[in-house]
């Protein structure tokens, strides 16, 4: 019954090679998000997307593609993965949809290493 | 850029005494908002306060927004080792969607 999961937990990968994570809420959300949590602690908002519309891009490479096949799912495609790209990746979801102002619920994070 | 900076980073006391954490913020906001995380967990949210609120009471939660001095806290009552985590503040604007900036975290640590 996890409100929001993400697979997988835990990614150990090449530098230059491609990488996909995947999200998915249950909570009947209409707003998703990805978030980078650097080595510092420092987590910042990468995309939003309110029912499959991406409507916050916060200037990530284009290495970086989000999909959203449904309103439920909010995948995380990495291309060419670089050293930089090593952090821990949360995805969130808000009730809240354009109106926005409310609280997010977080997934528990997918640890990306890169070598 | 990063919005919110958080004061202290690190903060250790004793159960049973109170935890006072301060977050200070750079633009006008909707909302502002306080997350737990636990190491190598995700975040779970703790209080929302908007902009026109300027205190608010969650059980042993109590959140301050000052507006004019664009800094808010939050007072942990008879803390428990429990409440070992890091705290972060997110102030939220709405770009489209609602966006949270987060602020660099306080590192809490609750000594038996």
């Known amino acids: 019954d996890t409100a929001v999961s993400q697979t997988p937990k835990y990614l150990v990968t090449q530098m230059g090679n491609d990488k996909s994570i995947k999200c998915e809420q249950n909570l009947g959300h209409d707003t998703m998000y990805w978030y980078k949590q650097d ?46 790209d090593s952090a821990v990746y949360f995805c969130a979801s808000s009730p809240m949809g354009l109106a926005g102002g409310g609280e997010q619920f977080f997934g528990p994070g997918t640890r990306l290493t890169v070598l | 850029s990063q919005q919110g900076e958080e004061d202290p980073q690190a903060l250790s006391i004793q159960e049973g005494e109170n935890a006072t954490m301060n977050c200070s913020y750079k633009t006008s906001i909707n909302n502002l908002q ?22 608010k009471h969650s059980g042993r939660l109590r959140v301050t927004l000052d507006t004019s001095k664009k800094s808010s806290s939050l007072l942990i009552t008879a803390s428990r080792a429990a409440d070992t985590a890091s705290y972060f503040c997110a102030t939220g604007t709405i770009q489209g969607a609602q966006k949270l900036v987060f602020g660099q975290g306080t590192r809490l640590t609750i000594n038996p």
Do not use: C
């Open chain 2, 34 to 55: 306080w997350y737990r995380q636990n190491s190598g967990r995700g975040l779970v949210h703790l209080i929302l306060i908007r902009s026109n609120e300027r205190e």
């Open chain 1, 39 to 84: 080595s510092k602690k420092f987590l910042k908002i990468m995309f939003s997307y309110n029912n499959k519309e991406l409507i916050i891009n916060e200037t990530v490479p284009n290495r970086f593609s989000p999909k959203s096949p449904d309103k439920a799912h909010l995948n995380l495609h990495i291309n060419s993965l670089e050293l930089g």
